[in-house]
């Protein structure tokens, strides 16, 4: 199960970036607006979870400027990315499925 | 993988933890502005960013550990966090470092020992196949082997591949510039082959297939090439005239070679002795290939019990007792490598205990440290890795010097007992004792010091917010650990305290002759003029000549108040026994050592005459023959019966085998063997009767000035032949030699006793004092309540007595039962020796005492109110 979170958050990473590169926070930001402020990703879980995804080459770092002109590392999924993402978004549906199912008979 | 990040990340430290200090300060920038802009002030928003930040350090931790660096980057900061915690607790430190460093110190060094005498391969090839051969029978456990004996085993043994005979045979070397006095042993021709070394220069003995090898021929050491013969190129051409004739020399044993021990030169000899009984030889042999020691004895006493069934009295031994080669060479000292290894395994758990209430006490006073880390986000994982580092960088510290501890302790033992230490042993420090060294010191560290760290760690929650080292209920260890260094201290003690006593009763003891004031003169005779060629001994005509005039000049010497010779000195390390018949007997029945001496030895060496008479001028070669017999002889031979008169005779006593003597007088008896040895029945014949075997004898000189006396005693040698050789010394020396090993074992011991009770005090004194510190509080309220300094004083010192208590209770239990095991190595007393016991509680109490006075005063001047205020 801890797996499961564990590539939950790699997930959601992922497919934040598929909405184009972003830096850390920007990312944390992203997953709690998007879970509508349910999910607050801390720091301690998102950059070691970032850093992993990038020594395996699904997103690339980037030192550059942000917005508000400061020095910030921007992180963009590579192509290995999407296609792990692709795998996972479908391994999640059908792991989805089946505890829907199971709690439904349940 | 992204390999670059990784290397970046461990090779680029600061830049790698600056780009990560970068992106998290932008993180928690960017969520500060983010609750700004939700509407909350700065303050506020600020820490509400902190709080989602998590905790720093384990986030950290986190995110290194997922670039994959922790491992080195963490023991470098280990590292460096355990040396500045160290910094701060300097007294800790040290204490550590030498606790470590004597325990370990002492433990490396009798593995050093202990290595080279019993681990080590002995320096001959395939030295496992090495055995030493002798006879068994009813009365001799293990004797050595007679010729014809050694003639059966060689030509019958299927089991051994190769035998070999020797004998230590001291020559004289005469026709270099000086006549010298050599270690020689003579061996038969295939000594070298049977232990595979051969000689580097020149060649060994031509051994002719089997026994009728060469005759006349020598191999030297390298040492005695060099040193002896001044490494002269044309050796070869040497003949040796030694006390068995002459010999070429053939060939140049390797440097270090030496087997027998101390041997420089092998003389090739044959033995065509027909007899069974002259035990002579010391035989070795090299079992066949895939042949076992067993094997080999059950051939050889199958060998022994055929003879012994076709040949009957004529042959004593019954079978064969085989050792390895390796037990033989180190029987004598294995006992004592083990008493050795225990005493200092014990003074290794007095320093371990040492070091666990150290570390106790300190893991104590790190706890409120350890909880804010905790607090901070630091895991359990983490602050157990830090302490672990810390105890392990104490523990190399310590190691480090306690190495060159041992180093200089094998030196001290090597320089105390080279007569205790078989010479083959090559006793160093090297890489190999090192590494045992540090695993024993880092060992020790993680043992003493993780389960406190354990301790300590398990519950920090609370520690931090009570302000650390309250008044819980600790120390409860505390206890326990001092009664475990009082009853190791005690066992040592004990240990050590009947070495030194049995030490005690064996100089106490009268050896039967004097030993003070009494100079040496070794005379060995030349062959060539003094043994007669035909029969091998002493020529009856030259050899008292020669001693008479020796004696005659030194009477006249101006400070010898006495002088006399004997041929075999006690304590010299020879002796030759008889068998003999009594009054017409036609059978042997009853045996005894042989010595020759003049009329005034007894005096002189102090021998107290107590029957009949001593030898007077009457008692010449022309005269009857007459013999004085010690009191051992009298009562074992004569129980009963006065032996004055009665009639002996020793048939295989050179030159007069048929001649009986008459007992003249009864002497006291004389530790011959050693001053711990038992004493045995011996006869003294007159040297003027029986010149045989005096071609070496040992002039005694009674004086008060030695120094003067030496050269004269040389000179009177010199001038009754300048081919003498003379060797001075004293019974003092020869005394010191003969307890040298007991003197060796009792040192040590004693030493390491020492050792384990300072550390026991010392321990006891840390823990006492730490407790006091830690109660200052209550025994602040104590003395606020009413108690006096007094009674405050009596608390610490009841404390410790009721810990100190059963641990001697322990200890004294403990040696009660172990001191057995050494009990063959003490002297005159019992292993359960009661002085021993009693003064050893007596010290232990007195020692824990005086380690608890200084704590207990110091509570005793606890100010309540300091004390009270002090949280």
Same mark, same amino acid.
């Given at each position: 199960m801890l797996e499961r979170v564990q590539g939950s958050l790699d997930m959601m990473i992922l497919k934040t970036l598929m909405n184009g590169t972003m830096h850390g926070w920007g990312i944390a930001h992203h997953i709690r607006t998007r879970s509508k402020d349910a999910l607050h990703v801390r720091q301690g879980a998102l950059y070691p979870a970032v850093h992993r995804l990038e020594d395996a080459g699904l997103v690339r770092g980037e030192w550059g400027v942000s917005d508000n002109n400061r020095r910030a590392r921007f992180y963009t999924i590579s192509a290995a990315g999407k296609r792990h993402l692709t795998v996972e978004t479908a391994d999640w549906k059908s792991f989805v499925r089946v505890v829907g199912l199971v709690m439904e008979l349940a | 993988v992204n390999?670059?990040? *990784?290397?970046?990340?461990? &090779?680029? *430290? #600061?830049?790698?933890?600056?780009?990560l200090d970068d992106e998290l300060r932008f993180h928690l920038e960017m969520e500060t502005e983010h609750q700004m802009r939700m509407g909350l002030p700065e303050g506020e928003a600020k820490r509400r960013a902190r709080v989602e930040f998590g905790g720093v350090e384990r986030y950290r931790d986190e995110s290194r550990d997922a670039r994959g660096v922790g491992a080195v980057e963490d023991l470098t900061r280990d590292l460096r966090v355990a040396l500045r915690s160290l910094k701060r607790a300097p007294g800790f430190a040290l204490i550590s470092i030498f606790t470590v460093a004597l325990g370990v110190g002492t433990t490396t060094a009798v593995f050093s020992l202990i290595d080279g005498i019993l681990l080590r391969p002995l320096p001959y090839p395939n030295a496992d196949a090495h055995v030493r051969?002798?006879?068994?029978?009813? #009365?001799?456990?293990?004797?050595?082997?007679?010729?014809?004996? &050694?003639?059966?085993?060689?030509?019958? $043994?299927?089991?051994?591949?190769?035998?070999?005979?020797?004998s230590d045979w001291?020559?004289?070397?005469?026709?270099?510039?000086? @006549?010298?006095?050599? !270690?020689?042993?003579?061996? $038969?021709?295939? &000594?070298?082959?049977?232990?595979?070394? *051969? @000689?580097?220069?020149?060649?060994?003995?031509? $051994? !002719?297939?089997?026994?009728?090898?060469e005759t006349h021929a020598a191999v030297i050491s390298d040492r005695f090439w060099r040193q002896t013969l001044s490494a002269r190129s044309d050796w070869s051409t040497m003949l040796l005239h030694g006390d068995r004739g002459d010999s070429r020399i053939v060939g140049i044993m390797p440097p270090g070679f030496s087997y027998p021990t101390g041997v420089d030169v092998w003389v090739v000899g044959t033995d065509d002795n027909p007899s069974r009984t002259a035990h002579n030889w010391s035989v070795i042999g090299r079992l066949e290939p895939g042949a076992r020691i067993d094997d080999a004895r059950t051939e050889l006493d199958h060998l022994f019990g055929a003879l012994k069934a076709q040949l009957g009295k004529d042959i004593d031994a019954e079978g064969v007792t085989i050792r390895t080669l390796r037990e033989s060479l180190t029987r004598r000292v294995r006992t004592l490598m083990f008493v050795l290894l225990g005493a200092v395994v014990l003074v290794l758990l007095v320093a371990c205990t040492n070091l666990a209430s150290a570390n106790l006490a300190r893991g104590e006073g790190q706890q409120r440290e350890l909880a804010v880390r905790t607090a901070l986000g630091a895991s359990r994982g983490r602050l157990i890795r830090q302490l672990a580092t810390e105890k392990i960088v104490l523990c190399v510290a310590g190691g480090l010097f306690g190495i060159a501890l041992a180093w200089m302790l094998v030196r001290v033992a090597v320089a105390l007992g080279p007569e205790? =230490?078989?010479a083959f042993a090559t006793v160093t420090v090297d890489m190999r004792v090192m590494a045992f060294g540090l695993v024993i010191a880092i060992a020790t560290g993680l043992v003493t010091g993780m389960a406190p760290a354990l301790r300590v760690t398990n519950d920090l929650r609370g520690v931090a917010a009570s302000g650390g080292g309250g008044a819980g209920k600790r120390g409860g260890l505390r206890g326990p650990l001092i009664a475990t260094e009082i009853a190791l201290a005690t066992v040592l003690l004990i240990g050590a305290g009947l070495f030194l006593r049995s030490f005690e009763t064996l100089l106490a003891e009268d050896p039967g002759y004097r030993i003070q004031r009494i100079e040496l003169a070794d005379v060995a005779l030349p062959s060539a003029g003094y043994t007669n060629p035909k029969v091998g001994y002493g020529d009856t005509l030259a050899v008292p000549r020669f001693f008479t005039q020796v004696l005659r000049r030194l009477r006249a010497t101006p400070g010898v108040d006495a002088v006399g010779i004997v041929n075999q000195i006690p304590l010299g390390g020879s002796g030759v026994g008889t068998g003999f018949m009594i009054d017409g007997g036609t059978e042997i029945k009853a045996d005894a050592d042989y010595r020759v001496v003049d009329s005034a030895y007894f005096g002189t060496i102090g021998i107290p005459l107590l029957k009949g008479r001593i030898?007077?001028?009457?008692?010449?070669?022309?005269?009857?023959?007459?013999?004085?017999?010690?009191r051992e002889a009298a009562d074992k031979y004569w129980q009963g019966v006065d032996p004055l008169g009665h009639r002996i005779r020793p048939p295989g006593m050179d030159s007069h085998r048929d001649v009986w003597l008459a007992i003249?007088?009864?002497?006291?008896?004389?530790?011959?063997?050693? =001053?711990?040895?038992?004493?045995?029945?011996?006869?003294?014949?007159?040297?003027?009767? *029986?010149?045989?075997?005096?071609t070496s004898a040992s002039v005694v000189v009674r004086t008060s000035r030695p120094t003067a006396v030496a050269p004269a005693m040389r000179a009177a040698a010199k001038e009754a032949d300048r081919n003498a050789l003379v060797e001075i010394h004293s019974m003092q020396s020869l005394a010191d030699h003969s307890v040298a090993g007991r003197r060796f074992s009792m040192t040590v011991l004693s030493a390491f006793s020492a050792l384990a009770l300072f550390l026991a005090a010392v321990g006891i004194y840390g823990v006492l004092a730490y407790g006091v510190v830690q109660r200052q509080r209550e025994i602040?309220?104590?003395?606020?309540?009413?108690?006096?300094?007094?009674?405050?004083?009596? =608390?610490?010192?009841?404390?410790?007595?009721?810990?100190?208590? @059963?641990?001697?209770?322990?200890?004294?239990?403990?040696?009660f039962f172990t001191t057995r095991f050494v009990a063959a190595m003490l002297y005159g007393i019992a292993p359960i020796d009661p002085p021993t016991f009693i003064v050893t509680?007596?010290?232990? =109490?007195?020692v824990a005492l005086g380690a608890s006075l200084w704590p207990a005063s110091r509570a005793a001047r606890v100010d309540p109110m300091i004390a009270m205020r002090a949280e």
């Open positions: - | 390999l670059r990040a *990784r290397l970046r990340a461990l &090779f680029d *430290r #600061k830049t790698a933890e600056a780009d051969i002798y006879e068994r029978s009813a #009365k001799y456990p293990a004797s050595s082997v007679s010729g014809a004996n &050694f003639l059966d085993i060689e030509r019958q $043994s299927k089991t051994l591949e190769t035998v070999a005979f020797f001291p020559q004289t070397i005469l026709g270099l510039a000086e @006549p010298v006095r050599v !270690d020689a042993a003579v061996v $038969s021709a295939r &000594f070298f082959d049977v232990l595979r070394v *051969r @000689p580097v220069t020149g060649r060994g003995f031509l $051994s !002719d297939g089997g026994r009728n090898g205790t =230490l078989p030898f007077t001028s009457a008692d010449n070669a022309g005269a009857a023959h007459v013999v004085i017999i010690n003249v007088g009864v002497v006291g008896n004389v530790r011959h063997y050693g =001053l711990d040895q038992p004493v045995s029945p011996e006869m003294y014949v007159h040297y003027l009767q *029986r010149p045989e075997r005096m602040g309220v104590r003395m606020a309540l009413g108690a006096t300094r007094g009674g405050v004083r009596g =608390l610490i010192l009841g404390d410790a007595m009721r810990a100190v208590v @059963p641990g001697l209770a322990v200890g004294l239990a403990a040696a509680a007596a010290v232990i =109490l007195v």
